[in-house]
């Protein structure tokens, strides 16, 4: 995949202002960094690939994959960062993943109560949804982000040059949230992606700017008016109530995980009376079409005490993303017998 035009976004938060650029290459990269001392983090198979393209500077790697997302990582990147003399003056970069922008945001906020940030995310994943936003966090017990922040970035610079070098599983990732965004939020864009899926799928430059690009601007838009998560921003929940614990539980990629939860959250609307049968038809060729699972194998009871331990749960209530129809959702607060209840039945009907 070859260059494309440099697109700029900006998310203004209470934690800052983050510029979002899109179409832009690491040779670039020198333009954004303020003067003095770096550290970067990075797992060691992006160092692997792109280290010699990385600016000078203090550079800590962790092992790649979610195992490595956790307070242990943490501490162990913030007490080399001591013994190396970084204090508040140093810019932090964090080059990799989600993992790694998850992790370097994190410790990047918390660090001395606080240092300036970066990331160069260098899979579809981050480009699209994991680096834009601000929020950062560590898993706790296998149980996803949650201990974490919200801090902006003060840029995300995406080039679409290290996409090459994805594996197949990474793609998957990425197109779930690329779905999801679609399906939460603008019907034109989810109906882009279904009639130029083949050449979309197969690289062509102009047409995956445009989904990047278009992913940044939705989940941009939806920042702008909520940060903190109090009102919209929720609907970027889409699928990942249930994808978290079916992540966790079926031991499965966050892509494949979010797909069937998000499968699940559309039969679930369905039930709710919001959408309608040929929706689900739609969505599950849409999903399949991008080689994503639609059925799996699961325990429904154990799946809803799963998806009970979720951050969303507030007393015996918990605010659940459902479809009014393919690009635009709306939040309901369900009380958890009859969510129990429904996750029983969209089980039964959605996977057995």
């Known amino acids: 995949m070859g260059p494309t035009a440099i697109k700029e976004f900006i998310v ?6 983050s510029r979002i650029l899109t179409g832009i290459t690491f040779e670039n990269l020198p333009e954004y960094l303020p003067e003095g001392n770096v550290v970067i983090i990075s797992d060691t198979r992006v160092t692997g690939l792109y280290g010699s393209r990385f ?8 092992k790649p994959g979610e195992k490595s997302k956790d307070l242990h990582t943490v501490s162990r990147l913030s007490a080399k960062m001591m013994e190396a003399g970084v204090d508040r003056s140093w810019f932090l970069l964090g080059i990799g993943g989600g993992v790694v922008t998850d992790l370097a945001g994190f410790v990047a906020a918390t660090y001395m109560r606080g240092i300036s940030f970066a990331f160069v995310p260098t899979t ?3 480009q699209v949804d994991a680096a834009i936003g601000g929020k950062n966090g560590v898993n706790l017990k296998r149980y996803k982000n949650m201990i974490g922040t919200i801090k902006q970035p003060r840029f995300v610079l995406c080039d679409p040059l290290v996409l090459n070098t994805l594996p197949s599983e990474e793609w998957k990732n990425g197109w779930a949230e690329v779905i999801k965004h679609g399906l939460i939020a603008d019907s034109d864009y989810l109906e882009m992606l279904h009639r130029e899926g083949k050449r979309i799928r197969a690289g062509e430059p102009e ?6 690009e278009g992913s940044v601007r939705i989940k941009s838009d939806i920042v702008n008016r909520d940060e903190s998560e ?3 921003r929720s ?13 966790k539980m079926l031991r499965i990629s966050h892509g494949k995980a979010v797909s069937l939860g998000m499968m699940l959250a559309a039969r679930i609307s369905r039930l709710l009376g919001l959408i309608c049968e040929e929706d689900i038809r739609y969505i599950t060729k849409m999903l399949q079409e991008y080689g994503l699972p639609v059925r799996t194998k699961i325990n429904a009871g154990e799946l809803f005490r799963a998806m009970v331990a979720d951050k969303k749960k507030k007393d015996d209530h918990m605010k659940f993303i459902v479809l009014e129809t393919p690009g635009r959702a709306k939040p309901v607060e369900i009380p958890l017998p009859k969510l129990g209840e429904l996750v029983k039945r969209a089980v039964k009907e959605c996977f057995v």
């Not at 203004?12 to 202002?17: A, D, I, K, L």
């Not at 600016?55 to 962790?62: A, R």
């Open 207 to 212: 047409l995956l700017a445009r989904v990047i």
């Open 235 to 247: 609907l970027l929940n889409f699928g990942h109530t249930a994808g978290h614990a079916m992540e």
């Open 55 to 62: 600016p000078e500077g203090l550079l800590l790697t962790v």
């Open 12 to 17: 203004r938060g209470q934690t800052g202002v």
């Open 230 to 232: 109090t009102g919209i």
């Open 124 to 126: 579809l994943l981050a």
